[in-house]
């Protein structure tokens, strides 16, 4: 009886450097977050900024002028305003010229993260946290971590946070970054949530840009920010 001769294939293994390239893709576009915001799944918070902090926070008006901006946005874009507020028989409410009218939660706490169940409730259908507020490496640095072990993007704005003491800024947004939040800026943010120059809110919100544009330029906390 005649031998058939059946080719034998062989498959090329893969190098080990090219398995760990493809295991870390398919990896990667399963777990991939960019962070991106969109407009109806965001929540800005409002962290602390009280009458009491005034003359002792590094930079408290540029903290404030940022807090203006944003609140101006939050009425533009129609984005929930979280506020808080820490032990305020103490420390005083919250900056008077802060316009808190239509915030959705302004509240009282003692525990220095803002993650308390007064302001979980107030979260469903949001993914996405813009945090801003004192003092940066406390009552913001334990709100973004609280968040972010709860599954929240979370993105601090570098020109919205501060402390008492300078030096403790850089820190607390490297242990943000860390920990896998975003530090960012106010104009970033506002113009993520756009989108799009065609959205119906872009003029409004490019006018209140150029109308913050001086205490932008004058914020000295992207000194300290490390961005």
Do not use: M, P
């Given at each position: 009886m005649p031998r058939v001769c059946v080719p034998h294939l062989v498959s090329t293994p893969l190098p080990p450097h090219?398995?760990?390239e493809s295991a870390h893709s398919i990896a990667m576009s399963a777990l991939r977050?960019?962070?991106r915001l969109h407009q109806q799944s965001t929540a800005?918070?409002?962290?602390?900024?009280?009458?009491k902090f005034r003359t002792h926070i590094f930079q408290y008006p540029s903290v404030v002028a940022t807090a203006q901006k944003m609140i101006a946005a939050h009425k533009i874009l129609d984005i929930p305003l979280i506020v808080t507020e820490q032990k305020p028989e103490s420390l005083g409410v919250t900056a008077k010229e802060l316009d808190l009218?239509?915030?959705k939660i302004n509240i009282p706490k003692t525990k220095f993260s803002m993650y308390v169940p007064e302001v979980e409730k107030e979260l469903k259908n949001i993914k996405s946290v813009v945090l801003f507020g004192i003092e940066s490496h406390v009552c913001v640095l334990q709100t973004a971590l609280d968040l972010l072990e709860n599954n929240?993007?979370?993105?601090?704005l570098a020109d919205g946070v501060s402390s008492m003491n300078s030096f403790e800024i850089e820190p607390a947004l490297n242990r943000v970054?860390?920990?896998?939040?975003?530090?960012?800026t106010s104009e970033s943010v506002l113009f993520q949530l756009l989108g799009d120059s065609e959205h119906k809110e872009f003029k409004k919100i490019s006018n209140l840009v150029k109308q913050t544009k001086e205490a932008t330029a004058?914020?000295?906390?992207f000194v300290k920010s490390n961005i």
């Open positions: 090219a398995l760990l977050n960019v962070g800005f918070f409002l962290c602390d900024i009280q009458e009218s239509q915030a929240y993007d979370v993105h601090v970054r860390s920990a896998g939040g975003y530090v960012t004058g914020n000295k906390l």
